[in-house]
């Protein structure tokens, strides 16, 4: 067998076991963001800037904590009584800045 095929059959066997393993671990991720989150669908939230009504909820990474997963919620931002505001601007929180209204 020729060295060229060798090395083709090496790389894509290399690129399956790659692409395997990173499935299992998003899969590994999204199991545990959903298991640690805090808050469920309607739900009011807030953070420093904005506060929501829950409507979606979604998982992903936060810029200082990339090496655990967190959920990320989203849902219509809400004036001071707790109503959305007219234009339906829509906004979203990640859960280790969220606080229960």
């Given at each position: 067998?020729?060295?060229?095929?060798?090395?083709?059959?090496?790389?894509?066997?290399?690129?399956?076991?790659?692409?395997?393993?990173?499935?299992?671990?998003?899969?590994?991720?999204?199991?545990?963001a959903?298991?640690?989150?805090?808050?469920?669908?309607?739900?009011?939230?807030q953070?420093h800037?904005?506060?929501?009504?829950?409507?979606?909820?979604?998982?992903?990474?936060?810029?200082?904590?990339?090496?655990?997963?967190?959920?990320?919620?989203?849902?219509?931002?809400?004036?001071?009584?707790?109503?959305?505001?007219?234009?339906?601007?829509q906004?979203?929180?990640?859960?280790?800045?969220?606080?229960?209204?």
């Amino acid at each position: 067998m020729n060295i060229e095929k060798i090395r083709k059959k090496y790389l894509q066997k290399k690129k399956q076991i790659k692409n395997e393993c990173e499935k299992k671990l998003k899969e590994i991720d999204f199991k545990f963001a959903v298991e640690s989150r805090q808050f469920d669908i309607g739900d009011i939230i807030q953070d420093h800037g904005i506060k929501i009504q829950i409507a979606k909820i979604k998982w992903g990474y936060t810029s200082f904590s990339s090496d655990s997963p967190c959920c990320i919620y989203c849902g219509p931002i809400l004036k001071k009584d707790n109503t959305p505001r007219k234009n339906g601007q829509q906004g979203c929180i990640y859960d280790v800045y969220a606080t229960k209204i």
